[in-house]
């Protein structure tokens, strides 16, 4: 499962609320997609449960995707990839869902920044346009690909499923 949402906030105050949040996160290197890895990738900032941050991204969820209807956010942060850094392909879980949001100002088709997802032995892309959510289920293998010539941001979303 991988859905597209266009147009993710409709208040352009909203959307550039979240933009300027994400920019000025106090950001922690260190995390891994999973334990074998021996080098980590990228900075994360969690998002606490009581900012309006994260209630405003809750909210607008409930309103526009089904899937998670009703259901409880396990986590969101902010991942920040420095440009030309490599990630490596992951899945979120075994059960469960993963939002992300692209905070972007200003992309262009060269600038790259795609989420790429192995669905049925193939590379699909996302491209990281302004205001757009992704959602697809946590076990799908995925990575995030970053930007040539600025920092990339996405406010990642987890919903497990028990």
Not at 25 to 34: I, L, N, Q, R, V
Not at 38 to 46: A, H, I, Q, R, V
Not at 75 to 103: I, Q, W
Request: aromatic share 16%; hydrophobic share 35%.
């Amino acid at each position: 499962m991988l859905q597209v949402f266009d147009n993710f906030f409709d208040n352009h105050n909203d959307f550039m609320f979240i933009v300027n949040s994400c920019q000025e996160c106090a950001y922690k290197y260190g995390e891994k997609d999973y334990e074998e890895l021996k080098f980590p990738t990228g900075l994360t900032s969690n998002i606490d449960r009581n900012s309006e941050v994260w209630n405003l991204v809750e909210n607008q969820i409930q309103n526009k995707i089904w899937i998670v209807k009703h259901k409880q956010i396990h986590r969101m942060y902010v991942n920040c990839f420095a440009p030309t850094e490599n990630p490596y392909f992951h899945k979120d879980g075994y059960s469960g869902y993963t939002l992300l949001f692209y905070p972007t100002i200003d992309w262009n088709l060269d600038e790259g920044g795609e989420t790429q997802f192995i669905i049925n032995d193939e590379i699909k892309g996302v491209l990281p346009i302004s205001n757009r959510m992704v959602a697809f289920s946590a076990d799908i293998l995925h990575k995030a690909t970053s930007f040539r010539s600025k920092h990339r941001f996405t406010l990642a979303v987890k919903y497990n499923e028990y």
